[in-house]
């Protein structure tokens, strides 16, 4: 089924408009949960609380891309509770990404400007687009969905090494650009 | 403050995300690279061994001359003489080489047969080829067009001939005539 005609059911108050989403992009969601959290009870919460959240937005939200709206509300949501539940030590997933980040906050000597997360989000596609579409999908694909580099090599056919150098110059270029840009965080 | 990245990178652009859900990486194969190797390897095989045949004239396999484009082993060596009835291209030309060009020639079979003429007209003779030639089985009247000879002799109705040609015959003609033999008058 097309997006247009699930984000439609929604719009009707269909109930089959769940069933539709997790048909479509059931696997996605989970996917995304379990590279944050490392633990499916958690993730099948998220991705239930995912849909709960896509009824209760839809209407008035009427999306782009329905799998881009999904994958931003589970992000948020195993996050949270990534954040919840870190000073019990309970998740392992998001320390990696969140610590391969560290490397692109630029220099405090930069010019001051708070960045909030839209603007930054805004500041970060900027760059993106500038970049080849490889290296823009490897990127997205591993801090956006948090893919793990050995799977990311596999599909790329490279080294899992060759592959965390790759990721490293885009984090160093991305550090670079934000302070170009003024950011400080 | 890696937290703020991971937020901000929540809100990328939507169609960035669908780019990157959708893309199919290209494989960077490890066979390409040595298929690639293989492929300059012999390349560089191709070239040398032209090399050394073309222009050291050095021939390694005498049965294989004409593959290699030797000028002196070319096609007339005793083991590569053509036999084929077609024409054939011989030389070097064959291997797409750099060097020097050699001649490029066609090589004709030769066939020839006797015949009774019965009819000697402009440019042309009406013949019936004799029992026992290669191409015609029984007697038929075959046209043998005379106008390229260089040199013809007065040939009569009732003469006895033979007709050498590089052509093709076909069932009441043949082409490519060459030469023409008067082997018995008539009397």
Redesign the interface.
């Given at each position: 089924m097309e997006d247009a005609q699930i984000i439609e059911l929604y719009w009707q108050r269909d109930e089959d408009a769940i069933r539709c989403t997790d048909d479509k992009y059931g696997a996605f969601c989970h996917r995304i949960a379990m590279n944050i959290l490392h633990s499916y009870q958690d993730s099948e919460e998220c991705v239930n609380d995912t849909y709960g959240r896509c009824w209760d937005t839809m209407p008035p939200q009427r999306p782009r891309s329905l799998r881009a709206y999904l994958g931003t509300i589970i992000r948020n949501f195993s996050i949270s509770r990534y954040r919840s539940a870190h000073a019990q030590k309970r998740f392992g997933g998001a320390e990696v990404l969140l610590s391969e980040l560290e490397e692109c906050v630029p220099a405090p000597e930069s010019v001051q400007r708070t960045a909030d997360a839209n603007a930054l989000g805004e500041l970060i596609s900027d760059w993106l687009e500038e970049l080849e579409t490889e290296s823009r999908v490897l990127f997205i694909r591993r801090y956006w969905n948090g893919d793990a580099v050995k799977l990311l090599a596999e599909e790329a056919g490279v080294r899992p090494n060759v592959l965390t150098k790759r990721l490293h110059r885009l984090r160093d270029g991305l550090r670079r650009y934000l302070e170009k840009e003024g950011v400080t965080v | 403050?890696?937290?703020?990245?991971?937020?901000?990178?929540?809100?990328?652009?939507?169609?960035?995300?669908?780019?990157?859900?959708n893309?199919v990486?290209?494989?960077?194969?490890r066979w390409k690279r040595y298929a690639g190797l293989a492929a300059g390897f012999l390349l560089t095989v191709c070239l040398g061994w032209n090399f050394v045949t073309v222009y050291l004239g050095w021939n390694f396999l005498p049965g294989l001359g004409s593959m290699s484009g030797g000028a002196e082993t070319g096609a007339f060596s005793d083991n590569a003489a053509p036999t084929a009835e077609s024409p054939e291209l011989v030389g070097g030309a064959d291997m797409g080489d750099t060097a020097e060009p050699e001649e490029i020639f066609e090589v004709f079979t030769e066939h020839c047969f006797t015949a009774d003429v019965l009819e000697a007209g402009e440019g042309y003779l009406l013949v019936v080829p004799l029992p026992g030639n290669e191409f015609w089985t029984v007697a038929d009247r075959v046209t043998v067009p005379t106008d390229g000879l260089a040199e013809l002799p007065q040939i009569l109705p009732g003469d006895q001939i033979e007709i050498v040609f590089t052509g093709e015959a076909a069932s009441d003609s043949v082409t490519g005539v060459i030469e023409i033999t008067v082997l018995h008058r008539q009397k």
């Open positions: - | 403050m890696s937290d703020v990245f991971f937020d901000g990178i929540t809100c990328i652009r939507a169609e960035l995300i669908e780019e990157a859900q893309y990486f290209r494989r960077h194969s």
